[in-house]
């Protein structure tokens, strides 16, 4: 409802620290390299800041750029099979076009908060 909207944080909005490797760019094999990145979604974007750790100073000042960010129309997300990762709480991330993300965090409300967030953000601009 409009007043459930106006009153509730919304979904796509969202930050925090999450582990996170590329396995697949423009539908290339990458070599894993997981990095600690601050990860904000914002929109149908997600961004994400690389070495940041827990510290959100990158937020707000000027010179502090995502290091990348990936575009969530029409891609999907799913937990991770093991023979994705061996660690435990990987959700995979595949856009449309064509990079693999697989993003974790250690504390399994987190990464289901971030599930559920991904989530209702693909079903929401599905038809864009
Ligand atoms: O899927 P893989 O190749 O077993 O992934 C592991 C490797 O990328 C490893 O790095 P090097 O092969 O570059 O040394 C990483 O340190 C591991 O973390 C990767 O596996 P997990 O299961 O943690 O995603």
Redesign the pocket.
């Known amino acids: 409802s409009f007043l459930l909207a106006s009153v509730s944080p919304q979904p796509s909005e969202k930050c925090g620290v999450l582990n996170v ?1 590329k396995i697949t760019e423009n539908g290339k094999k990458v ?2 390299n ?1 990095t600690s990145s601050w990860t904000v979604l914002q929109g149908s974007s997600l961004l994400f800041a690389k070495g940041q750790g827990a510290s959100t100073s990158w937020f707000g000042s000027n010179q502090s750029k995502p290091e990348f960010t990936v575009d969530l129309r029409g891609g999907s997300v799913d937990w991770a099979s093991k023979d ?4 435990k709480h990987v959700i995979e991330l595949k856009t449309r076009q064509g990079t693999e993300l ?1 993003i974790q965090s250690e504390i399994d409300s987190v990464i289901n908060d971030w599930y559920r967030a991904l989530t209702e953000t693909i079903s929401t601009h599905a038809w864009e």
Not at 84 to 87: E, G, L, P, T
């Open positions: 490797t070599r894993k997981w994705k990762s061996s660690k697989l």
